[in-house]
Nanobody, 121 residues
Framework: QVQLVESGGGLVQPGGSLRLSCAAS????????MAWYRHPPGKERELVAA???????NYADSVKGRFTISRDNAKNTVYLQMNSLKPEDTAVYYC???????????????WGQGTQVTVSS
């Protein structure tokens, strides 16, 4: 089985920063794209940022220039550095990853349990 565990959420004032981490563990041969999503209260879940296995990134327009996604392939971990946080960034943040568990299998998408980020004064 594969598990994704997020950490780093919390309460921060507007203009502040947080760094989220998501570590994948279990039976893993390779990991393709890793991504962060968020689910704001009363809204639909949305893609925040994604990074391919080769390091290509893409971001939602609302976070460009403020958030940075990165990954450490040796640790099977993806990060989200969030700067200049705004109240509208308040949400539960989820990571996901496209994981190959064996060379004879296709990739499957796994999700973390979510971590709360609250931006408020």
């Amino acid at each position: 089985q594969v598990q994704l565990v997020e950490s780093g959420g919390g309460l921060v004032q507007p203009g502040g920063s947080l760094r989220l981490s998501c570590a994948a563990s279990g039976s893993i041969v390779s990991i393709g794209t890793m991504a962060w999503y968020r689910h704001p209260p009363g809204k639909e879940r949305e893609l925040v940022a994604a990074i391919t296995g080769g390091g290509t990134t893409n971001y939602a327009d609302s976070v460009k220039g403020r958030f940075t996604i990165s990954r450490d392939n040796a640790k099977n971990t993806v990060y989200l550095q969030m700067n200049s946080l705004k109240p509208e960034d308040t949400a539960v943040y989820y990571c996901n990853a496209d994981v190959r568990r064996s060379w004879f299998d296709t990739t499957h998408t796994y999700w973390g349990q979510g971590t709360q980020v609250t931006v408020s004064s």
